[in-house]
Nanobody
Framework: QVQLVESGGGLVQAGGSLRLSCTAS????????MGWFRQAPGKERELVAA?????????ADSVKGRFTISRDNANAKNMLYLQMNSLKFEDAAVYYC?????????????WGQGTQVTVSS
């Protein structure tokens, strides 16, 4: 069992930065692939960035060069981060931390409760 708790969301001006954090508790965190999804009103939930248990990273084209995912498994910290720079209006959404054991993100094993990111002018 893995529990995921996000933090760091909030209101930011366009062009600004935010850092989202996800604290994971439970066993074997380091063996899970971890990802950040987001869902804006009226839109489907989409994968924004992911990092495998080996450290391989993926960033969606819409955020490449602006967002950076990272994880910290050292010393049982069990943390996942999403550094978001140069935020745009279209980045506003609820951001979810996710964990999976399987081979694709079509099946997520655990979700966090979400954290709201609002981008203002």
């Amino acid at each position: 069992q893995v529990q995921l708790v996000e933090s760091g969301g909030g209101l930011v001006q366009a062009g600004g930065s935010l850092r989202l954090s996800c604290t994971a508790s439970g066993r074997a965190f380091s063996t899970y692939a971890m990802g950040w999804f987001r869902q804006a009103p009226g839109k489907e939930r989409e994968l924004v960035a992911a990092v495998s248990s080996f450290g391989s990273k993926y960033h969606a084209d819409s955020v490449k060069g602006r967002f950076t995912i990272s994880r910290d498994n050292a010393n049982a910290k069990n943390m996942l981060y999403l550094q978001m720079n140069s935020l745009k209006f279209e980045d506003a959404a609820v951001y979810y931390c996710a964990a999976r054991k399987g081979s694709t993100w079509s099946r997520v094993d655990y979700w966090g409760q979400g954290t709201q990111v609002t981008v203002s002018s």
